[in-house]
């Protein structure tokens, strides 16, 4: 596992619209609450998703901002949301999701939620990740060792 958390939310709170790092995909298991999420296909253009180009104002824009400015527009008419490939799921609790690595996905909370979620590092996309994994010893170190249990034919 990459990544764990224990997720607690209110009211309209979330995330904005993001790719997991390293590769990664992931599980988000919701005991109470719902969720909206919505997801677009690793090739979607984040300019037509409303995706920051600059770092700094991705970090300090709260995700409200791109239900209330984004999401009326890919869904509304006209709206590029089908051309896309979006996709729309409400979580209710008791549901688990899984989000592939790649995918854009935001989350907006429907009242006080608490999920646990963990990111994972699909086969397919070790190729891609080692050479960010590699320079953190001890991080590769972990990874090689999980690797020559689960895959021995690899080494």
Known sequence: ?????FCLGGERTGSALHVDPHFTGAWNALLCGEKRWV???P???PEEIGVPSDLHEKL???????????YP?????????GRLGMREVVQRAGETIYVPAGW????????????VTENQLPPQGLPRAWPLLRPDRR??????????RQRPELF
């Open 1 to 5: 596992a990459q990544h764990r958390f």
């Open 39 to 41: 997801l677009f296909p």
């Open 43 to 45: 090739d979607t253009a």
């Open 60 to 70: 300090r824009t709260p995700c409200a901002y791109w239900w209330h400015d984004w």
């Open 73 to 81: 527009r890919l869904t509304g008419p006209g709206g590029a949301g």
């Open 104 to 115: 854009w996905h935001a989350v907006l909370n429907y009242g006080w939620t608490i999920a």
């Open 139 to 148: 991080r590769a170190r972990h990874l090689a060792r999980a690797l020559r």
